[in-house]
């Protein structure tokens, strides 16, 4: 069972950086590919990136593509997103979570989720 905590959001200006963690209090982070979700107020849930459980593969949605970067340390079971020139309209919850699948998988296939931590970007 995976159980994930994000941490690392607050307020940042545009232009700035901020790195988010999930940790995975559970045993079995190694065996999950693990992405990044976030939800703006009033939008659906969206893709940022995700990593496979080796780190062999990873995937960014389009929009932070050259900006963020996932990456993960299985022996410290934690996830992280490092964020750099962050504009307002990557303001948002970030979520962590967890799927069997591959980094092309659609939220539908994640099975676990982290609770969220708030970005938000001021211009």
């Known amino acids: 069972q995976v159980q994930l905590v994000e941490s690392g959001g607050g307020l940042v200006q545009a232009g700035g950086s901020l790195r988010l963690s999930c940790c995975d209090s559970?045993?079995?982070?190694?065996?999950?590919?693990m992405g990044w979700f976030r939800q703006a107020p009033g939008k659906e849930r969206e893709f940022v990136a995700a990593?496979?459980?080796?780190?062999?593969?990873?995937y960014y949605t389009d929009s932070v593509k050259g900006r963020f970067t996932i990456s993960r340390n299985n022996a410290k079971s934690t996830l992280y997103l490092q964020m750099n020139s962050l504009k307002p309209e990557d303001t948002a919850v970030y979520y962590c979570?967890?799927?069997?699948?591959?980094?092309?998988?659609?939220?539908?296939?994640?099975?676990?989720w982290g609770q969220g931590t708030q970005v938000t970007v001021s211009s």
């Open positions: 990593i496979t459980n080796s780190g062999a593969a990873i």
């Open positions: 979570a967890a799927t069997y699948g591959s980094v092309w998988s659609p939220a539908s296939a994640y099975i676990n």
């Open positions: 559970g045993r079995t982070f190694i065996s999950f590919t």
